[in-house]
């Protein structure tokens, strides 16, 4: 059983450009939920989908938008990046109304 | 609003001692959820344990063991006869209770390091 996979691992961008990242659920899970990690931070809770819908969101600015596919997979776009979006970008995923997440081994982002 | 605080910001130990460590939590729901993950190096977050605010009994899992103190806001994460590989960043978290396992709020995590 798979667990929660992301791509890609790395990523090296210039600020202003546009970035997509990729989260594939762990088998059964039908809620998606995107963190940004800033070194030596805890993660920060970006939004959530569900039945491809955002449910939820944190407090970080429209340039951040995302998107659920049918099969629960994700994606994570960003927009004119600036330097202080880089950061290791991770997915969970989740069961409905089981409060247990399981995370995906992470995007680190670079914008240079 | 949300907010979880781990004073610890790193704590260094050496083999077979025990550790703990604390987290201090604050939010107006009276229901929620709280956690700890583990992050060693490679950076994936690893669940050890999920708590609900109505239950308070301590739990323990091998040498892991938890305190949660409602009174406090206080979930303490101890950590018997440790181990060099339970060297890792650790995260206390505090999630919303609806129906779709509400967003987390992470504390900024304790760096512990076991040496041999």
């Given at each position: 059983?798979?667990?929660?996979?992301?791509?890609?691992?790395?990523?090296?961008k210039?600020r202003?450009?546009?970035?997509?990242?990729?989260?594939s659920?762990?088998?059964?899970?039908d809620?998606?939920s995107?963190?940004q990690q800033?070194?030596?931070?805890?993660?920060?809770?970006?939004?959530?989908?569900?039945?491809?819908?955002?449910?939820?969101?944190?407090?970080?600015?429209d340039?951040?938008?995302?998107?659920?596919f049918?099969n629960y997979?994700?994606?994570?776009?960003v927009?004119?990046?600036?330097?202080?979006?880089?950061?290791l970008?991770?997915?969970a995923?989740?069961?409905?109304?089981?409060?247990?997440?399981?995370?995906?081994?992470?995007t680190?982002?670079?914008?240079? | 609003?949300?907010?979880?605080?781990?004073?610890?910001t790193?704590?260094?130990?050496?083999?077979?001692?025990?550790?703990?460590?604390?987290?201090v939590?604050?939010?107006?729901?009276?229901?929620?959820?709280?956690f700890?993950?583990?992050?060693?190096?490679?950076?994936?977050?690893v669940?050890l344990?999920?708590?609900?605010?109505?239950d308070?009994?301590?739990?323990i899992?091998?040498?892991?063991s938890?305190n949660?103190?409602k009174?406090?806001?206080?979930?303490?994460?101890?950590?018997?006869?440790?181990?060099?590989?339970?060297?890792?960043?650790?995260?206390?978290?505090?999630?919303?209770?609806?129906?779709?396992?509400?967003k987390?709020?992470?504390?900024?995590?304790?760096?512990?390091?076991?040496?041999?």
């Amino acid at each position: 059983d798979a667990g929660v996979t992301q791509s890609p691992t790395h990523l090296i961008k210039t600020r202003g450009q546009q970035v997509t990242l990729r989260c594939s659920p762990k088998s059964g899970h039908d809620t998606v939920s995107w963190y940004q990690q800033a070194l030596g931070q805890g993660p920060q809770f970006i939004f959530q989908y569900y039945e491809e819908e955002e449910r939820q969101r944190g407090n970080f600015p429209d340039r951040f938008s995302g998107h659920q596919f049918p099969n629960y997979s994700s994606e994570l776009n960003v927009n004119a990046l600036l330097l202080g979006d880089s950061a290791l970008y991770l997915c969970a995923s989740a069961r409905t109304g089981i409060y247990e997440q399981y995370f995906g081994p992470g995007t680190r982002l670079t914008v240079t | 609003a949300q907010k979880v605080t781990q004073a610890q910001t790193e704590i260094s130990v050496v083999e077979k001692e025990d550790v703990t460590l604390d987290c201090v939590y604050e939010t107006r729901d009276t229901t929620y959820y709280l956690f700890w993950y583990k992050q060693p190096p490679s950076g994936e977050l690893v669940f050890l344990i999920r708590r609900n605010s109505f239950d308070e009994q301590n739990e323990i899992s091998g040498r892991y063991s938890w305190n949660f103190q409602k009174s406090t806001s206080s979930f303490n994460f101890t950590i018997t006869a440790s181990q060099v590989v339970d060297s890792a960043v650790y995260f206390c978290a505090l999630s919303e209770a609806l129906a779709n396992a509400g967003k987390s709020t992470f504390g900024d995590g304790t760096t512990l390091t076991v040496k041999p």
